[in-house]
């Protein structure tokens, strides 16, 4: 019988108790206290800093609190209506946003200001360095403003365990050395090599190891 891996992928619901905050811990403090009316917060970093994932997790507390939000994206088309009952806006991909985005989000901004709903919004470059309409630079930059640090070597690897541990896979200090040192500490990516990884050894029913790895990777062409 063949065997079929399971899915290994961050945790289905990104919380502020799975998020390991490295070097983030007043970012998290900042976000978990923050409540009504309050000024506005962008998150900046690299890709695969976590800030999606502290997004989520802001979306997710509210939902505890029985509170709704409203989440807009650059993956999402315009119109993008502001709705009175929700709790909080969101706003990711700041950096990839639109002509037409733009608009949008700066009338967000105008609405939320007036009915004293926080926004908490998350792109790759700070501010200042967006290329985005002047007057939407100044909404983003004008509350609080936090740099995302990505994580450090330690808390990738402890990331990468649990995933494993939690799939029922085995990854030597070896096998851990190797992707550290060749692949980037992007936990998006990382968790998709582990998830190829995982499909490749039941496929050829070997242990992950190194030369498995570098097979792998040749196979794929990488």
């Not at 019988?1 to 811990?25: S, V, Y």
């Not at 926004?119 to 002047?134: K, T």
């Amino acid at each position: 019988m063949k065997q079929i891996p399971l899915p290994i992928t961050e945790d289905a619901a990104r919380t502020f108790d799975n998020f390991l905050p490295g070097a983030n811990a007043l970012v998290v403090a900042h976000l978990q206290a923050l409540a009504a009316p309050a000024a506005p917060v962008y998150l900046w970093g690299a890709s695969g800093s976590g800030k999606t994932h502290l997004l989520h997790a802001m979306v997710e507390r509210f939902h505890a609190q029985g509170l709704q939000a409203s989440w807009f994206s650059a993956a999402g088309p315009v119109p993008w209506p502001f709705d009175e009952s929700r709790a909080l806006i969101v706003i990711d991909d700041c950096h990839a946003l639109d002509a037409d985005q733009q608009h949008a989000a700066f009338a967000l901004f105008v609405e939320s200001a007036t009915h004293g709903v926080p926004v908490l919004a998350a792109g790759r470059l700070p501010p200042v360095d967006l290329s985005v309409r002047e007057d939407l630079r100044t909404r983003l930059g004008w509350g609080h403003v936090f740099a995302v640090q990505p994580l450090g070597e330690a808390e990738v690897r402890a990331r990468l365990r649990r995933a494993a541990d939690q799939n029922g896979l085995f990854l030597s200090d070896e096998v851990m050395d190797y992707v550290l040192v060749r692949f980037e500490r992007d936990l998006k990516h990382l968790m998709g090599l582990l998830a190829r990884l995982d499909r490749f050894a039941m496929t050829t029913q070997r242990q992950i190891t190194v030369p498995m790895l570098k097979q792998m990777l040749a196979e794929e062409g990488v």
